[in-house]
């Protein structure tokens, strides 16, 4: 479980400025603040993640972590986070990807999923914020926080996977076999 907080929204023109990862138990894989090497403020993103120059001032740039983080995405087969697309826009343009065996899972779909309205506009569900997927199975964190975030990407996911796994039981007697109801 990865995430990201970042000076603003478009990787193009923004930095990271902290990165988590966990594994599938929780613990803790990486959690690094980061100096951004272009962008001197951001208040915008500042509202939201509470992340302040000076907080990062005496921080590594992304460079100087680059081998670190590598070292620690290279060593998970899966990658997973909350809306994916957007933290992958961010660690592709350091230069971060994942290999060709790399599994990518997004739980914000698997929430869509559950608990998203259907969007005619776009054929799917409307995906939720990760802090609405929190509330709705009770979990309390401190939101944008990039350690918080995984953590709680983990939590709705193991969640998910229990109630689907009700769910297969609670409905194993309904499936068909070739056809015909058993």
Not at 66 to 79: E, L, Y
Not at 163 to 180: H, N, R, S
């Amino acid at each position: 479980m990865f995430d990201l907080e970042t000076t603003g929204l478009n990787s193009n023109d923004n930095e990271i400025l902290q990165i988590s990862a966990v594994d599938g138990n929780g613990d803790l894989l990486l959690n690094e603040y980061v100096r951004p090497e272009l962008i001197r403020s951001w208040p915008d993103a500042e509202l939201v993640n509470g992340i302040t120059p000076e907080r990062v001032r005496k921080c590594k740039t992304i460079r100087e972590l680059i081998g670190k983080i590598k070292g620690v995405f290279a060593s998970g087969k899966t990658w997973i986070a909350y809306n994916c697309d957007f933290d992958l826009g961010f660690l592709f343009f350091v230069g971060i990807e994942p290999g060709t065996n790399t599994e990518l899972e997004d739980v914000m779909y698997d929430f869509a999923e559950i608990c998203g309205n259907y969007d005619k506009r776009y054929g799917t569900r409307r995906w939720q914020t990760l802090e609405a997927a929190a509330a709705h199975f009770g979990y309390n964190y401190k939101a944008h926080d990039s350690l918080e975030d995984a953590r709680a990407t983990l939590y709705i996911r193991n969640r998910i996977k229990r109630e689907k796994e009700i769910l297969d039981e609670l409905t194993a007697p309904y499936q068909t076999v070739k056809g015909e109801q058993i």
